[in-house]
């Protein structure tokens, strides 16, 4: 009977600590910064994105989604896929976000990495960070319809697709 008791205790401290790392990711969700300046100095932003997108994941994630970059007065639709591990939930996504070193059009296809993990619950907002192989990084800013809890870094690649 003293084993029950102890693989009970043991359950309980598991699900609780669950619960609080839960708890405080959504805490850190409550609102969106605010969205960048459409009229942004394109020589210092280099250039602007918007994206729509979703994700599903049931320990592994799928993201898929679509948008337009904006760079040098041109714009440009570009497509993205990606995997996250350690990650549960579906949810809807619409963002913008800042394109920095974006020194040739071809260098904005790539695989970006994103070193964050986070949670999103109902219209949640976040920001991440992404950079690709060739040093092109995003400063992005999404909102999210749904539930989902990332708990490791993800990827996502990025492709230019014909207008």
Known sequence: MHNDEGETMRTRLVTTAVLLSIATLVGCTSQP????????????????????????????????????????????????????????????????????????????????????????????GSATVLRNQNGVVIDGIATTQGVRLTLAPGGVNIALTEP
């Open 33 to 124: 910064p605010a969205a960048p300046s459409a009229t942004a100095n394109p020589g210092a932003t280099e250039g602007t994105v918007t994206f729509t997108g979703g994700a599903v994941a049931i320990g592994v994630g799928f993201q898929w989604g679509s948008g337009t970059l904006t760079y040098r007065g041109r714009q440009y639709p570009f497509k993205m896929d990606g995997l996250s591990v350690v990650d549960v939930g579906a949810t809807r996504t619409t963002g913008t976000g800042v394109v920095r070193n974006l020194r040739n059009i071809a260098d904005f296809s790539g695989n970006y990495v994103s070193l964050s993990a986070g949670a999103a619950v109902a219209g949640g």
